[in-house]
């Protein structure tokens, strides 16, 4: 099995598997990680023999490995076999509003906002679909957003060699929502900038223009 398989998840990988795919740490069991779960909920003050929190346990470790499955993906896998050769099409391509989920990997809370995404083509386009799913794949990760701004443009910019990438990501993260100083109305705009995006201010500035239609 590799790290894209869709049976694959955390507790099924072998040792010998996580040293050949690059992941050297070694990883705490499934048991172990719900015992973890069992004393957050005694710290907390709770009976996690009470019929409520029985198998929570188990249900916060089944959750954490679908907010976390990104880690057992390999981004750039999703963009070079759809390549596709296009004539005469040489503008702007977009996507706006891409829902993003993640995790702050400061406080483990939820990271909830849109991602836009353009790339100007260089003979190829790529899925639109695929775009999304790269996003996905790293936004599913313990982040910061700009880190994941960052992984996202790099990227497409490496794989699909387009003449260049913007991207925006605005989101509001409940670390600061939630807790904290509690600014519910607060969200965070971080941009990334590849090639002619980064040289054609008129570009970029169609590009945020046309981000802001959302």
């Known amino acids: 099995m590799t ?7 955390p507790a099924d990988m072998t040792q010998a598997e996580r040293q ?7 990883r705490p069991t499934r048991a172990e990680a719900e015992a973890a779960i069992d004393v957050l909920i005694r710290w907390l003050g ?4 009470r019929e409520g929190l029985r198998d929570t346990p188990a249900r916060v470790v089944r959750a ?3 907010f976390c499955s990104g880690y057992y993906e390999d981004p750039a896998a999703f963009l070079p076999s759809v ?3 296009v004539e005469g099409y040489d503008d702007m391509v977009m996507l706006r509003q891409i829902r993003i989920e993640s995790h702050c990997e400061h406080h483990l809370v939820p990271i909830l906002g849109s991602a836009h995404i353009a790339y100007m083509p260089d003979r190829r386009v790529v899925g639109i679909s695929k775009l999304a799913r790269v996003i996905d794949s790293f ?4 982040q910061t957003q700009e880190t994941l701004t960052a992984q996202v443009a790099e990227t497409i910019q490496s794989v699909l060699e387009p003449q260049g990438v913007a991207i925006l990501i ?4 409940q670390c600061m929502t939630t807790r904290g100083v509690r600014k519910p109305d607060v969200s965070m705009v971080t941009t990334r900038f590849t090639g002619v995006f980064q040289t ?3 570009l970029q500035r169609r590009f945020l223009e046309q981000a802001r239609l959302g």
């Open 139 to 142: 936004a599913r990760r313990l």
């Open 83 to 85: 390549l596709e050769e």
């Open 3 to 9: 790290p894209n398989d869709n049976s694959l998840t």
């Open 64 to 66: 954490w490995e679908e």
């Open 46 to 49: 709770e009976d996690p023999s």
């Open 20 to 26: 050949r795919d690059g992941l050297t740490t070694l």
């Open 200 to 202: 054609d201010t008129n």
């Open 170 to 173: 605005d989101a509001q993260h």
